[in-house]
């Protein structure tokens, strides 16, 4: 036979204390002393309780309290790319230490994070995180009038009153055309995200702008959608046109990762010899003895942890205003470029 669930209402006759008590014990930010705390949770802990989650965030929902479910809610597009693999382990890592859980909705396309910010509001969650994706301006409403703080990871929403961190995707770029000029390129591509995505738009202008800088324009442009796949399959169709590229600038390691592969295996190209090229992120990959990828490197611990900052403000403290944080990306040389510059 199935054995009963415990309830906190044994953990209160239990521990001799209300039930209201025991709730407080299990939910981050609650008024208790510590003392009592830790007695509750001595005493869940001899008896295998588990506070359902779900259930406490629908009680406060159903009271006058502030709502403090425990939860926070992530919203993510690309969970295969290796650099959100990383970043969601982080935000959930640094959370828990907080004393708050994730509850995790991956869509495809930006058009459905209306839809699964929705979801995660039935859940009664304390604050959202969204990951290089946007919400609508109605939807961005609907959270400021319920108190659910948002966050905008590597993603910038001017005029929606919401808090945002995120790289400097634009100068990073610049960097990657200063670099690539100074070494002697002049037919310089770019390999980016397909239409719409606004964190290979801002690269991509960031690289005219310093080539521009430097007397020359953006030479071809392929599009992929950050596998290494289309790396792959996009080198193949630079390489098929008349004037090739002599470089190229990628707008994730992951693309160029799988660029560099077609290019040197498929076509029997030498890199940096026949071609440079860089790529954005610095994720493990792109440092091992096989790739040694130049690249843009985004400071993603320091960025999780401002974000966790911004967010717990927002959703311990009512009325704070949106905060803007941007952190630069750093160029790391290794040996996909011509050395002529480093000399």
């Known amino acids: 036979m199935r054995r009963r669930a415990i309830t906190s209402y044994d953990v209160a006759r239990a521990a001799g204390v209300s039930q209201s008590a025991v709730s407080r014990a299990f939910s981050p930010g609650a008024s208790i002393a510590e003392r009592k705390r830790a007695q509750i949770l001595a005493v869940a802990a001899e008896l295998g309780y588990q506070p359902n989650a779900i259930a406490r965030s629908m009680s406060t929902a159903r009271s006058d309290q502030p709502q403090r479910s425990g939860m926070v809610g992530i919203i993510v597009r690309r969970l295969e790319d290796p650099v959100f693999a990383q970043t969601i382990a982080l935000f959930s ?41 946007l919400l609508s301006r109605h939807m961005a409403e609907t959270c400021h009038a319920e108190g659910t703080p948002v966050l905008l990871y590597n993603r910038s929403a001017p005029g929606l009153g919401i808090s945002t961190v995120q790289i400097g995707n634009r100068d990073g770029g610049r960097s990657a055309a200063a670099l690539l000029a100074a070494a002697g390129h002049a037919r310089i591509a770019f390999l980016g995200g397909g239409d719409g995505d606004a964190t290979s738009a801002s690269r991509e202008a960031g690289l005219a702008e310093g080539l521009a800088e430097a007397g020359l324009e953006v030479f071809a442009r392929e599009e992929g959608d950050y596998t290494f796949t289309s790396g792959r399959e996009a080198c193949l169709r630079l390489f098929a046109r008349g004037e090739r590229p002599d470089a190229v600038f990628c707008a994730s390691d992951v693309m160029a990762l799988g660029l560099l592969h077609a290019a040197r295996h498929e076509l029997g190209l030498a890199v940096p010899g026949d071609l440079s090229v860089v790529g954005f992120d610095d994720i493990p990959a792109a440092g091992w003895p096989g ?50 510059l480093r000399r």
Do not use: C, N
């Not at 930006?110 to 604050?127: K, Q, S, T």
């Not at 959703?315 to 952190?327: C, I, K, Q, V, Y």
């Open 93 to 133: 890592r640094i959370l828990q230490r907080r004393g708050w859980h994730i509850l995790l909705f991956t869509v495809d396309a930006e058009r459905e994070v209306d839809e699964a910010l929705g979801a995660l509001m039935r859940f009664r969650i304390d604050g959202v995180i969204i990951l290089s994706a």
């Open 291 to 340: 790739h040694r990828l130049t690249t843009l490197r985004q400071p993603v611990e320091r960025m999780i942890r401002e974000a966790v900052e911004i967010l717990i403000e927002r959703m311990e403290t009512a009325g704070l205003g949106p905060r803007d944080e941007h952190f630069p990306a750093a160029l790391i040389l290794r040996d996909t470029v011509r050395t002529v």
